[in-house]
């Protein structure tokens, strides 16, 4: 395919550039370090690439034609990481010895449903689809494209999560960790709301 190269430029840098899940995956490795936060990354790199596929495949065009869907998924997804960015704001930051009750973990299956319900993943999957895929078996094509897709999120995303163990280790204090889980949360919380004011 000809498009691939393009096509994973594209990938590139609709997965490393600032955008809700990346705040949330570096705050959140920031919190409770890399082998907490890869199954996240992993889950939310998955459910965006299988998003491309069923765009792909026609499910995700028939929803998105529906006006109600698009806004119901829109203010879900808002709620959500209003919810997620007061979860970050309002947590304590693990002293290096403590152990972060479960219940202060997000799943893998939250991280999926973020995806599922955040209207931009779904306008890229049908960008990716009427870009990309060009003349022949569009199956195939879209479930290459899916493939590479989730082949260029997981290790953009994890260079996010990176930076949220290089953060820790860098402000070292529980004060100056807070202070930037704090941050990120505004900026979580600014994200979310600006898809829809604007």
Not at 75 to 80: D, H, N, T
Not at 123 to 138: L, N, R, T
Not at 144 to 162: E, G, H, K, R, Y
Request: net charge positive; aromatic share 8%.
């Amino acid at each position: 395919m000809e498009s691939l190269l393009p096509f994973m430029l594209f990938a590139f840098m609709a997965s490393i550039t600032p955008g809700p899940t990346n705040i949330l995956v570096l705050s959140y490795c920031s919190r409770h370090g890399l082998g907490a936060t890869l199954p996240i990354i992993l889950g939310a790199c998955v459910a965006a690439a299988s998003i491309v596929l069923a765009v792909g495949l026609g499910v995700g065009e028939t929803l998105l034609q529906l006006a109600w869907v698009q806004q119901a998924m829109t203010w879900l997804g808002v709620l959500w990481l209003s919810w997620l960015a007061w979860q970050i704001y309002d947590s304590t930051p693990p002293s290096p010895d403590a152990a972060v009750p479960r219940e202060q973990r997000i799943s893998v299956a939250s991280a999926a449903a973020l995806q599922a319900v955040n209207p931009k993943v779904w306008m890229m999957a049908v960008a990716v689809v009427s870009v990309f895929v060009g003349e022949g078996d569009k199956r195939l094509q879209v479930a290459l494209l899916s493939l590479v897709f989730l082949l260029v999120s997981v290790p953009c995303m994890t260079l996010w999560a990176l930076l949220g163990v290089g953060s820790a280790r860098a402000l070292g204090s529980p004060q100056a960790l807070r202070r930037l889980n704090q941050i990120l949360a505004c900026g979580l919380l600014l994200s979310a709301w600006l898809a829809v004011l604007l």
